[in-house]
């Protein structure tokens, strides 16, 4: 691990002089600066490359950020913000140094439930276990939308980054379902955006209802990767619980042969989520690291959760499902639809992780190393997605993971190849691996959500002048001294 | 006690997953030990799966199968998952030419067969647990 | 790779910590309940107090990354090592997580030593073979008391706590084992070597090992019995990490208690008529997987009104004594009890019981330093009072 590189943050003051404010502002049992405290937030599960930071401190409220906020401007110290450090991309890796601000420890409190008008107001270090836990015991009407991730990652993270979850058919991105956000700028100005924006001082609880219909600012934060200012509360949509759920599994036959049963299950309209994951990583869940596939097994598992107010309904949304899928069989392609339940238990109940999200996935979490190239990605181009991206992990000696949703019924898809590996050891390989995949992915038109900075210097070369110009703008307009998470998108 | 292959296929993980529920029961492993019989199971839409039973071991084999097969049993996936979950019973399964058996004349051997997989496989079935977490700490 | 030094005991723990472990967080909280269980990060936050932060500064110190220096000590030391982690934990290196922190403490020993006060466990050890400094007991007094003889099937492993602590779970026990007709007798005990395990102080632990082995085979046991959950997993599962070989078989005292129930062999004549709750130790839960067996000897004793803490079994929140934390962070030790005081409060019971010496200990101080009016019992001890009937 190096020192802080390409900015000497200690220049305008000592480092002495930095922890006396930051205890100042915290408190000395909030601020560290000890090497080995520093150490677990330099680097995380992914290839990018690690930096210690110079402090971590662990906010209570929004006047120690501020005043955080104000000092590190006005010195030119980077600030880096962090919940669990579960992110796929780097991006609480600080890459200048700086200050690492801990918001899962102490500002994680769910602040209202709104039952009229669904949602939840939530401090940053929120987690989905947390809110899924709290919705149960006080709220069983009311559900949120969980990722493919451990239950400690942050609700409010995975929304301003756009994450996708296990209701995204339905919903599309998560960042789409965000009501409000209260952000501290560089000037160290508190901001409330969407509805919750009447109020000079506080807004009461049930305003955050809505993002609309005023100048949109709310995407000067989301999908900045903290570039723009603090978070300090967001408020995220709830949807009704609907008390009959079922989840059904397509097994499909033929590389691409995924791809439109996909794109025609979302396009149904009656499904909440569809996720593919090739064979391999149906065999990763059942403790076989290093899986293979042989001849007449079938190339991809899809899972097709629906839910409804009664069963009635909830046996029409089947009845769509059954004609969809004997329309795609007519169609010549090779797939079998089956009760998920039925089958976990036939097959193996570890399967069942994929399914009662939030959860420890095992295939994620098998080895010291996780990293993926994460996309938004054209539906349309999904069949040679795959295609182009399946031999490659095979050049590698990788099992292929490859994990993909439908968005919003259709609109987009997510396109994920994903690789576990050993860190210490891999490193390399993993490294050359992903490079390749991410050239192929751009190439297709895929676009990566939470960017290592690595990746987003491959993306500068083709994005066109105009919105890097603009992002330029915004980005120095919003953060002129460059302090806040410095290095993301090659700032 | 009795050994059954992990299996590294889909079916041969769920012949595994099916075979080891009972794989303590004494009456099980009465039946199964030295039995010494080669069955091969083909669901449909996949491929065929010797399933060997030699000794105290229950290995499975996706290709180079034995020259000696004993029973073979061919189904689809719904077929089995409908015997699974008693929504067909295999007799009528047979008749109605879902399940479809070679070597049906060993009825020794059939009968056995059906004790030790579609029973297990019903017994699998009918059990209420969905929790998988809590299967596989050495301390749970 | 980094090359690990083969003198390590812990060595293969510590290379695993770079084959696994992402550092999900999964092991902060209860697995599915999302409930607090992690006594040392709860009360530093910090990444480097949660079982992932001390996997990472593993890693930094193997690779250079990260000098030795004596702010690394309460990161290493500071967790009373009570495994909760490894049953929140989802990942194939789960059952190995506290493994790797002892490992990372017997490295830390060789180089920053072990936390304040703990090199008094191995000092005091050297002098009375007991981490309490308490003058050795070679147990003859206590044979002659109970009149036992020098060889018999059973060997009952006191362990220092009860033994230089505890007297009253000591004496209970005792009184039990005669009164159930067992033949045992005592030996001239060493310390089990737990305190020094969990500290990474390593220095003594075979030779203690050998010499308990080599007490209880000159008494001609083929059993041995422990009140002490510590004893009872150093005994089973220690003895065999460090490739001490023996043949006998380890039992804790509520396991003979079970067994001479359900072969009606003994039965209880006269009633506790009182609330009580159970108190799993982390030793007996977490550790060796030893969850209902108490309970159901608890439900047989007749008036006994069992409740349970909301956090109980395998989510158990732990005394903090363990992991030398008692020892080395005295006052944080007794605060992590308190936690669990109010929790036992919130029953309703109006006794605490367990089946540790060490957790009636933690628990018992944070009863006096906070004015808790629960009463803290060991199981013995509640047998004790309750008129047993010997049966043919």
């Known amino acids: 691990m190096t020192e802080t590189k390409q900015r000497n943050i200690f220049e305008k003051i000592s480092k002495e002089e930095v922890e006396e404010r930051l205890i100042e502002i915290f408190g000395s049992g909030n601020v560290t600066k000890k090497a080995g405290d520093l150490y677990p937030y330099s680097y995380d599960m992914t290839e990018c490359e690690g930096h210690m930071p110079d402090f971590v401190v662990l906010p209570e409220n929004n006047s120690q950020l501020v005043e955080l906020v104000k000092f590190c401007n006005d010195k030119s110290i980077p600030i880096v913000p962090y919940i669990s450090g579960n992110n796929v991309g780097g991006l609480t890796i600080p890459e200048k140094g700086g200050i690492i601000v801990d918001f899962g420890k102490k500002m994680n409190k769910i602040l209202h439930i709104d039952e009229n008008m669904m949602y939840a107001l939530l401090e940053p270090g929120v987690t989905f276990g947390q809110l899924q836990k709290y919705l149960e015991q006080n709220y069983p009407h009311l559900r949120y939308s969980y990722p493919f991730a451990p239950p400690y990652a942050g609700v409010v993270g995975n929304a301003i980054l756009s994450g996708m979850n296990n209701m995204s058919c339905k919903l599309g991105s998560m960042g789409d379902s965000i009501n409000g956000l209260e952000v501290i700028t560089a000037d160290g100005s508190i901001a409330r955006i969407g509805s919750c924006f009447y109020g000079k001082e506080k807004a009461a609880n049930d305003s955050w209802w809505c993002r609309y219909p005023m100048p949109d600012l709310m995407g000067l934060f989301i999908n900045w990767q903290g570039m723009t200012g603090l978070i300090t509360k967001c408020a995220v949509q709830l949807w009704p619980n609907h008390p009959f759920k079922k989840t059904y599994l397509a097994v499909v036959f033929g590389l691409s042969a995924i791809a439109p049963v996909m794109r025609e299950m979302g396009k149904t309209e009656v499904i909440d989520d569809i996720s593919a994951v090739s064979t391999e990583v149906v065999k990763m869940a059942v403790e076989i690291p290093e899986p293979t596939k042989i001849e007449g097994e079938p190339d991809f598992a899809a899972l097709f959760p629906i839910s409804a107010k009664t069963e009635n309904l909830l046996r029409a949304k089947k009845e769509i499902l059954d004609l969809t899928i004997k329309h795609l069989k007519d169609q010549g392609i090779k797939v079998i639809l089956i009760d998920v339940d039925e089958f976990s238990k036939i097959f193996n109940l570890r399967v069942r992780c994929y399914l009662d999200l939030p959860s420890v996935v095992l295939t994620l979490v098998e080895y010291s190393g996780l990293t993926w190239f994460g996309s938004y990605a054209p539906t349309h181009k999904l069949e040679e997605l795959i295609s182009k991206v399946y031999p490659i992990f095979l050049k590698y000696n990788v099992p292929p993971f490859i994990y993909m949703k439908i968005m919003k019924h259709s609109h987009y898809g997510i396109f994920r190849p994903i690789i576990r590996y050993k860190k210490f050891k891999d490193e390399e390989t993993i490294h050359q691996l992903l490079d390749e995949i991410t050239e192929v992915c751009i190439n297709e038109g895929c676009i990566p959500y939470k960017t290592p900075v690595w990746m987003t210097e491959k993306m500068r070369k083709k994005i066109n002048p105009g919105w890097l110009q603009l992002f330029d703008k915004i980005k120095q307009c919003m953060d002129p001294n460059n302090i806040f998470n410095p290095g993301r998108w090659n700032t | 006690m009795l050994s059954i292959q992990k299996g590294e296929d889909l079916l041969s993980i769920s012949l595994n997953n099916i075979l080891s529920f009972r794989k303590d029961e004494e009456e099980f492993i009465d039946l199964v030990v030295d039995w010494d019989k080669n069955i091969m199971i083909e669901v449909l839409e996949f491929y065929p799966v010797e399933v060997k039973f030699k000794g105290n071991e229950i290995t499975f084999k996706t290709n180079n199968f034995d020259k000696k097969i004993h029973l073979k049993v061919k189904m689809d996936l719904e077929t089995l998952l409908d015997i699974a979950y008693l929504r067909i019973n295999p007799i009528l399964a047979v008749l109605k030419g879902k399940l479809k058996v070679k070597g049906l004349l060993k009825i020794r051997t059939l009968f056995k067969f059906m004790k030790i997989f579609l029973k297990s496989m019903k017994m699998v079935a009918a059990n209420p647990n969905l929790n998988y977490y809590e299967q596989d700490k050495k301390t749970r | ?392």
């Open chain 3, 1 to 392: 790779m980094v090359e690990v030094d083969d003198s390590l005991l812990g060595k293969e723990f510590l290379e695993l910590s770079f084959e696994r472990c992402i550092k999900c967080s999964t092991c902060k909280y209860g697995y599915k309940t999302f409930d607090k269980i992690c006594p040392s990060g709860e009360k530093f936050l910090f990444e480097s107090y949660w079982a992932s932060g001390r996997i990472r500064l593993i890693r930094g110190l193997l690779l250079g990354d990260l000098e030795w220096s004596d702010e690394l000590k309460d990161p290493i030391f500071a967790c009373p090592t009570c495994g909760a982690c490894m049953d929140a934990c989802q990942a194939p290196h789960a059952d190995y997580i506290v493994d790797m922190i002892e490992a990372l403490r017997e490295l830390a020993v060789r180089q920053i030593g072990p936390a304040d006060r703990q090199e008094l466990l191995v000092s005091r050890c050297e002098e009375n073979c007991n981490p309490y400094g308490e003058e050795n007991s070679d147990n003859e007094e206590l044979k002659k008391k109970y009149d036992l003889p020098d060889k018999a099937e059973w060997v009952y492993f006191i362990g220092c706590t009860s033994n230089y602590r505890q007297h009253s779970l000591r004496d209970a026990t005792l009184r039990f084992l005669k009164k159930a007709g067992i033949d045992f007798t005592l030996i001239d005990e060493h310390c089990c070597t737990s305190p020094m395990i969990r500290t990474g102080q390593t220095s003594i632990v075979k030779d203690y090992m050998k010499y308990n082995i080599a007490q209880i085979e000159k008494a001609g046991a083929s059993k041995v019995i422990t009140s002490c959950a510590g004893c009872y997993r150093t005994l089973k599962r220690d003895f065999e990490k460090f490739g001490e070989q023996y043949d006998f078989e380890v039992f804790h005292s509520l396991e003979l208690v079970k067994q001479l129930l359900d072969e009606g062999k003994i039965k209880f004549n006269s009633s506790y008529d009182k609330t009580v709750t159970y108190h799993d130790p982390c030793h007996l839960g977490r550790h060796m997987g030893i969850y209902e067996l108490p309970r159901e000897v608890y439900k047989q004793i007749p008036g006994l009104k069992f409740v349970e803490m909301r956090r109980n079994r395998n989510f158990a929140w732990c005394c903090g004594a363990g992991g030398g934390v008692k020892i080395g962070y005295p006052d944080w030790s007794v605060e992590i009890s308190k936690e669990r005081l109010e929790e036992a409060n919130e029953t309703g019971a109006t006794v605490l019981s367990s089946v540790c010496p060490f957790c009636r200990t933690n628990l018992s101080d944070a009863t006096s330093k906070y004015d808790f009016e629960i009463q803290v019992l060991d199981l013995m001890e509640i047998i004790d009072q309750l008129d047993i009937e010997i049966l043919k």
